[in-house]
């Protein structure tokens, strides 16, 4: 049976989360001042890393491997906003 996790995020450039294999993200927002991402996992799958990379507004970005959007999130009342990125590649856990 499939169920929807939250992951909160450190306000980072590039972060590892562990997550069950094959793990569908739906979306990051901010609850309150934490970034989260909302994936929809099978608990029974192995637990692998998948890296997600975020991009202030007006920040630059790196021209390394194709990412794709997962979505944006606001802090400080709209102040800074952050946009976050992954490659979708499983890594083993530890990496």
Sequence with gaps: MRKI????????????????AGAVVLTVQAQGETP????????KAALVCRSFV?????HPMDDGPVRHYVGTYQLRGGALVFHVYTDRVEYPRGS
Excluded: F, I, R
Excluded at 5 to 20: A, G, N, R, S, T
Excluded at 36 to 43: G, K, M, R, S
């Design 36 to 43: 989260c991402l909302w994936a929809e996992v099978d608990p």
């Design 5 to 20: 996790y939250k992951y909160p995020l450190k306000v980072e450039d590039v972060q590892m989360v562990e997550m069950p």
């Design 54 to 58: 975020t991009y202030g507004t007006g």
